[in-house]
């Protein structure tokens, strides 16, 4: 199912998404009594999607990230693929929403699109076993890890450069009928202005999302709700002020954002 976060009339509550755009009404919103981190009931109180504003569809207490991932994105930049995975933060600050706009950083003239898979972590985890990656995921939904590249060059630690304000739109709900067999061979796009800028599969990954939570909670305690980013395939440029910027992945949806001038 897809499961939405989302505000009406001042009201902040999780949805079960129903439908598409091409039904006669649109797709829906049927809001649950809860939250989607532990057994729900759906309330029945539908609302159209086109009446509501979607927000991010977690508010993690913090995203990992995953750099050079994707053997084809570390070359064009110069990089080799790291023999252990590279992980960094992104802090909660940065997470914005469908349709929110990012702000382009003053620190910066270099800033780049990552189109990326985020998985959503559904249960507090620690030390998982490769074969209980499952169960502590909840589902699945497009990231868009913005980077300062210059701030990336310049600074031997990515924290400005990947966690400034708005640099990590999430959305637009959770996908959550996916298991860890589809999720490694889905399609990732990336489109600036309608334009096509990346094309790639989740199968590419170096390693795959099983490793990437064993290393990860080797190290530390995921909670319910954060996201791990995954890494991006090759093709990754430049966004201006003004760019519409668009995550499409395979299966769950498309996250669109515009950049605007930092005020």
Not at 21 to 50: N, T
Not at 135 to 155: H, K, P, S, W
Request: charge should be negative; hydrophobic fraction near 40%.
């Amino acid at each position: 199912m897809r499961i939405a976060r989302f505000s009406i009339d001042g009201n902040v509550a999780f949805g079960v998404v129903e439908g598409e755009p091409s039904d006669p009404d649109g797709p829906v919103i049927d809001i649950i009594k809860g939250h989607p981190f532990a057994e729900f009931e759906r309330s029945g109180q539908k609302v159209p999607l086109s009446k509501v504003r979607l927000l991010p569809p977690v508010l993690p207490n913090k995203v990992v990230g995953i750099g050079r991932n994707y053997a084809e994105h570390a070359a064009e930049l110069g990089n080799e693929v790291p023999d252990v995975p590279v992980v960094f933060f992104k802090p909660s600050t940065s997470v914005v929403g469908p349709g929110d706009p990012v702000a382009y950083p003053s620190f910066s003239s270099e800033v780049h699109y990552e189109a990326e898979l985020a998985v959503v972590i559904g249960r507090m985890c620690r030390e998982v076993p490769r074969e209980r990656v499952q169960d502590v995921i909840l589902g699945y939904t497009c990231g868009n890890d913005i980077t300062a590249r210059d701030a990336q060059r310049r600074e031997k630690q990515w924290a400005r450069a990947k966690g400034f304000d708005t640099s990590c739109p999430l959305g637009p709900w959770v996908e959550t009928d996916i298991d860890l067999t589809r999720a490694g061979d889905l399609g990732i796009m990336c489109t600036v202005n309608g334009e096509q800028r990346q094309l790639g599969r989740t199968s590419e990954m170096v390693r795959p999302i099983e490793d990437l939570i064993v290393h990860i909670t080797e190290a530390m305690t995921l909670l319910p709700g954060d996201v791990v980013l995954t890494g991006t395939p090759a093709g990754v440029g430049p966004l201006s002020v003004g760019d519409e910027v668009a995550v499409t992945i395979e299966g769950i949806g498309t996250l669109t954002n515009k950049v605007i001038k930092r005020g």
